[in-house]
């Protein structure tokens, strides 16, 4: 069964910061795009930041440009965020999601495979 696990999540203060990494289990990703999405309660699910396979591309949401940071392994099998300078408005469950190869995208309905899902709380 392909898999997307991500780690990384938990609870944290405003301002501090967070590493998420995705990892897939039953196959490869490396010629993927990798996209991570978050969903906070109630909410629509929210396009955070995403980058080429080759890593040569990456784009973010406005409310986290300057404060996430998308990257790619060595391997380019494995994709964290770093998250810095958390806010409250930050608290949700962050999706890591692959697409096949073609241009980055934001929207959701474009991704082939999700992870479960890992809970990011920033306390005021």
């Known amino acids: 069964q392909v898999q997307l696990v991500e780690s990384g999540g938990g609870l944290v203060q405003a301002g501090g910061s967070l590493r998420l990494s995705c990892a897939p289990s039953?196959?490869?990703?490396?010629?993927?795009?990798m996209g991570w999405f978050r969903q906070a309660p109630g909410k629509e699910r929210d396009f955070v930041a995403t980058?080429?396979?080759?890593?040569?591309?990456?784009a973010y949401a406005d409310s986290v440009k300057g404060r996430f940071t998308i990257s790619r392994g060595n391997a380019k099998n494995t994709v964290y965020l770093q998250m810095n300078s958390l806010k409250p408005e930050d608290t949700a469950v962050y999706y890591c999601?692959?697409?096949?190869?073609?241009?980055?995208?934001?929207?959701?309905?474009?991704?082939?495979?999700w992870g479960q899902g890992t809970q990011v709380t920033v306390s005021s």
């Open positions: 999601a692959a697409d096949r190869p073609g241009p980055i995208t934001s929207m959701p309905h474009e991704y082939d495979y």
């Open positions: 039953g196959r490869t990703f490396s010629n993927y795009n």
């Open positions: 980058i080429s396979w080759s890593g040569d591309s990456t």
